[in-house]
C-alpha cells in the first residue's frame, strides 16, 4: 500500500469470527439429508463467501426443488444452537482490531451474512463494539459478492472513497468484490489457499492474523 487506508473493512465469517468451520459442518449434514450428499470440506469448497440465498438457489438446483420455509429454518437453528455453544473470534484477529482501533483507524464490516447474524456474532466473540454502526450486509444491497456492492456501501456509510479502503478477506468471491470496489485487499489464507486468493486480485496474502497485524503496523 503506498498510502496508509482512511478505513480498514473487514469481511467477517472467517476473518473476524470463526464461524466457518461450524456453518460448513453443520450444513453438509442438513444438505445430505435432502439428498444431496457432501462433507464440510466440499460444503466449504462449494459455498464459501455465498450468500445464503446464493447457496439456497444452488441447493434447490440439485435436489430440483425449492426448499421449504421449515427446512431453512431448520439449518438456521442448528447453526444457531453450535455457535451459541461454541463460536470463538478467529484467532488473533481481536489483537489486530484492537491495534487499529488505538491508532484511530476507521473500522467497518461487510459481510454476505445477515445483518442480524453479523451483530449477533460480533457480539458473542466480544468484538462488536469496535464497529458501532459501520456494518454492511449483503442484504441491504442489489447484488452479493461478487459484486462489489456491498463494499462499496461500507466505503459510502464511513464516508470515505472505496479507493482509500483495505480489505480483509478469506474467499475469492469477497477479495474479487473489494478489488472490483477499487479498494486494496488483503487476502486472510488460514483455510483458503493462498494461491485461490492471489488469483482473485489480493494484492497481499497472510495465512495468520498475527502477519496481518505486522503488515499493519508497517504500513501504518
Not at 5 to 34: H, M, Q
Not at 107 to 117: D, I, T
Not at 175 to 187: E, P, S, W
Request: glycine residues 6%; hydrophobic residues 50%.
Amino acid at each position: 500500500m503506498q498510502q496508509p487506508p482512511k478505513l480498514v473493512i473487514f469481511d467477517c465469517d472467517g476473518v473476524l469470527v470463526d464461524s466457518e468451520s461450524i456453518a460448513n459442518e453443520v450444513g453438509a449434514e442438513w444438505i445430505s439429508e435432502l439428498g444431496w450428499s457432501m462433507d464440510a470440506v466440499e460444503a466449504r469448497a462449494r459455498f464459501l463467501g455465498l450468500s445464503d440465498s446464493a447457496m439456497f438457489a444452488l441447493i434447490e438446483q440439485k435436489i430440483g426443488r425449492s426448499l421449504t420455509a421449515d427446512e431453512i429454518s431448520q439449518n438456521h437453528k442448528r447453526i444457531t444452537a453450535r455457535f451459541e455453544a461454541e463460536l470463538q473470534a478467529v484467532p488473533g484477529v481481536a489483537a489486530v482490531v484492537a491495534n487499529l482501533a488505538a491508532r484511530s483507524i476507521p473500522l467497518a464490516v461487510a459481510s454476505s451474512g445477515e445483518r442480524a447474524k453479523i451483530l449477533t456474532n460480533l457480539a458473542k466473540v466480544g468484538l462488536l463494539d469496535y464497529f458501532g454502526d459501520q456494518i454492511s450486509s449483503a442484504t441491504e444491497v442489489a447484488e452479493a459478492k461478487p459484486a462489489p456492492d456491498v463494499y462499496v456501501l461500507a466505503a459510502h456509510k464511513a464516508g470515505f472513497a472505496p479507493s482509500a479502503c483495505l480489505a480483509i478477506e478469506d474467499s475469492p468471491n469477497g477479495v474479487l468484490a473489494a478489488v472490483r470496489a477499487g479498494m486494496k485487499v488483503i487476502g486472510f489464507a488460514r483455510e483458503t489457499p493462498a494461491e485461490d486468493l492471489q488469483a482473485a486480485g489480493a494484492h497481499q496474502v497472510f495465512s495468520t492474523m498475527a502477519d496481518v497485524q505486522e503488515h499493519l503496523e508497517q504500513a501504518l
